[in-house]
């Protein structure tokens, strides 16, 4: 018989290591900062209370707490009990000092490699910080805020899938936070903006945060973001038919009517009527149950959301004529200059057109790579003063570098980049220049096997794209970043890289506190070439389209070039919501510009954009906000 406290094996019992830990983890690391240990208190509690406010506890130690638990034991020592089995399935998983290790060696090999990069010619990273959110989706608000938004971890250990996605029950959980650039990069720059409370129709009657990971999103002309879709649990991941709204005004979620059809991993657009697109996605019934029924909203009949009393609650998406068979996951869609929304699948021949207005869709050539893409970038060119009229695919392949343009319904061959990757994010810059960031090898393969965190450093580099269509490898990011890894361009024309939680997990200084993911800020090579051109003023009512409109300016001699970019929304490598637009500088007066605004919604649909002037050598004011709205009257062609 093995002696008390020890195991059948000869190892200690759970039981004396959870005393050990007790007794030699420091409390930081066993109860992370700003947590206290049991009997404990904070705040205005009286002297000797053993009480503490639920909030102080961190999420995954109450999901942890079961109720009988804390009926027989107590709340406090319930809570010493979750955080001990918590503390020893993340050593026996994954050891801390192996996240810390890990985290130290990127942060050195990262400055190494970094010493080769003149910052004017390729930028630069500044800031590396922690955020309290995984991140898997992302979207750049018109208050200058970013949404982050993602799962309740269910495993901290990165050589396991940490998402509910076959979990059914109150562990199928959303969160979401708002990051405030404004306010710097500590914890105090974070809120949360808890998604609504929904009963999920997976029989559990376990009321619990929406569960919106792996759905699609896109922006309503108001600023307001659509989400569609998330995950009802079980079966290798169901589609839920979730539909919700967050108001960046107001900070808070709505929920409307749900879809006809569950979704998981769909996509959405907005067209330029304002409405979105909701396209593709795993049904209810589980993995393998593509979707191919189109759906849009609002539902025709009901007023397209301009301004920002129009929040929409319990409206309906509606039905669209065509249907869309994408048989893989996430396709890409945009509204071109035609009106047009392209979906461009994954498989080579699942392309399509889709017309707004007669509700039909027609064929594309396929695309003349011959093979599937995995998810990989893809972005509607800038196409000057009339908005896009080309799409470039981009990565999704390990093994095929090229880049695909798809202009007039016809397919051409680019520049290949240095190497193919997948889970890679292109954006496209104030400039007009494309960037890469992030990348791995495969879903969860980093390029040394599947759920191993090590990565080849060559998926760290950002590759640059110029006006002429060369491609360029830059410095390197910290964190590998692959599967569900996120980038936009913030206001300020810097560039925010966030996403993959295994990567976040796997370097993890401080994986018992609630900061679960990491933010890194890359400054392009445009904000190291001298002083910025400055946008004083802009009209605060929205504007209609192709009229004229003055702007102010400090530096009035500094400025060649006015642009409009469209936030990024983004999730999985797809970003439907970039677009790039060239305004025509009519007139200068002193420190007045006038502009002409886009000659209609399909150069533009309505919505909030960045407006930026720029220099002759590329460099972006920082930006401020402008409207168009498609309900203002517009201008006459001149």
Not at 4 to 14: K, N, T
Not at 109 to 115: D, F, G, L, P
Not at 171 to 177: E, L, T, V
Not at 247 to 273: F, H, I, K, L
């Amino acid at each position: 018989m093995p002696r008390s406290g020890a195991s059948r094996s000869g190892r200690p019992g759970r039981a004396l290591v959870a005393s050990a830990l007790l007794t030699l983890l420091p409390a930081g690391l066993l109860w992370g900062p700003g947590a206290l240990p049991a009997g404990a208190h904070e705040g205005p509690h009286e002297p000797g209370s053993a009480f503490r406010s639920p909030l102080l506890v961190p999420e995954r130690v109450r999901r942890e707490i079961s109720p009988a638990e804390r009926r027989a034991l107590g709340p406090d020592h319930a809570e010493e009990h979750a955080r001990t089995r918590l503390a020893l399935r993340d050593i026996g998983g994954y050891p801390d000092s192996t996240r810390k290790a890990r985290l130290q060696a990127l942060t050195a090999s990262q400055a190494k490699e970094n010493e080769a990069f003149e910052a004017a010619e390729h930028g630069a990273f500044k800031e590396y910080f922690d955020s309290p959110d995984f991140a898997a989706h992302i979207a750049l608000l018109p208050t200058g805020k970013v949404l982050l938004f993602s799962f309740e971890r269910i495993e901290t250990n990165p050589q396991k899938e940490p998402a509910p996605t076959d979990t059914i029950g109150a562990a199928n959980a959303g969160r979401a936070f708002l990051w405030d650039p404004a306010k710097g990069t500590g914890p105090t720059a974070f809120t949360k903006v808890t998604p609504p409370i929904v009963d999920m129709p997976d029989g559990t009657q376990s009321p619990r945060p929406a569960p919106f990971f792996c759905s699609g999103h896109a922006f309503l002309p108001n600023g307001m973001l659509g989400v569609f879709g998330g995950n009802l649990g079980g079966n290798g991941g169901s589609g839920a038919k979730l539909s919700l709204v967050f108001d960046p005004w107001t900070e808070t979620w709505s929920r409307n009517q749900d879809m006809s059809t569950g979704r998981w991993y769909p996509s959405v657009v907005t067209a330029a009527d304002g409405r979105q697109l909701i396209m593709s996605g795993q049904s209810e019934l589980g993995w393998g149950t593509p979707t191919p029924v189109v759906e849009r909203f609002p539902a025709l009949g009901h007023p397209v959301p301009r301004t920002k009393k129009d929040v929409p609650r319990d409206v309906p998406a509606g039905l669209f004529k065509a249907t869309a068979p994408f048989t893989r996951d996430y396709p890409q869609l945009f509204s071109l200059r035609d009106g047009l929304v392209y979906g461009l699948g994954r498989v080579h021949d699942e392309q399509w057109t889709f017309d707004p207005v007669d509700e039909s869709r027609k064929d594309l050539p396929a695309r003349p790579d011959g093979s599937s893409r995995l998810y990989g970038g893809a972005v509607p060119l800038p196409g000057g003063y009339e908005g896009p009229d080309s799409a470039l695919v981009i990565g999704g392949d390990r093994t095929d570098p090229r880049t695909y343009k798809l202009t007039g319904g016809k397919w051409t061959i680019e520049k290949s980049r240095a190497f193919g990757r997948t889970q890679d994010n292109t954006l496209v810059m104030p400039d007009g220049t494309l960037l890469t960031a992030s990348g791995s090898y495969d879903i969860r393969d980093y390029g040394n096997g599947t759920y191993n965190p090590n990565a080849d450093l060559k998926y760290r580099q950002l590759e640059t794209r110029d006006a002429q269509g060369d491609w360029r490898l830059g410095p390197v990011q910290r964190l590998p970043r692959g599967y569900h890894s996120n980038a936009l361009v913030l206001p300020d024309g810097r560039v925010m890289i966030t996403g993959d939680e295994l990567q976040q997990l796997a370097n993890d200084a401080n994986i018992h506190d609630d900061m679960n993911g990491t933010i890194e800020i890359y400054e392009p090579a445009y904000l190291h070439r001298g002083a910025r051109p400055v946008l004083d003023r802009v009209p605060g009512e929205p504007l209609g389209y192709n009229s004229r409109f003055e702007v102010s300016t400090s530096t009035p001699d500094q400025v060649s070039r006015a642009v409009l970019l469209a936030p990024t929304t983004a999730t999985h490598a797809v970003n439907t919501s970039q677009r790039h637009v060239e305004l025509r500088i009519k007139q200068r007066a002193g420190d007045t510009l006038t502009l002409q605004a886009p000659p209609g919604a399909a150069a533009a649909p309505p919505g909030h954009y960045m407006l930026f002037l720029l220099d002759a050598k590329g460099v972006p004011s920082v930006a401020r906000w402008v409207t168009l709205d498609a309900a203002v009257p517009t201008a006459p062609l001149r």
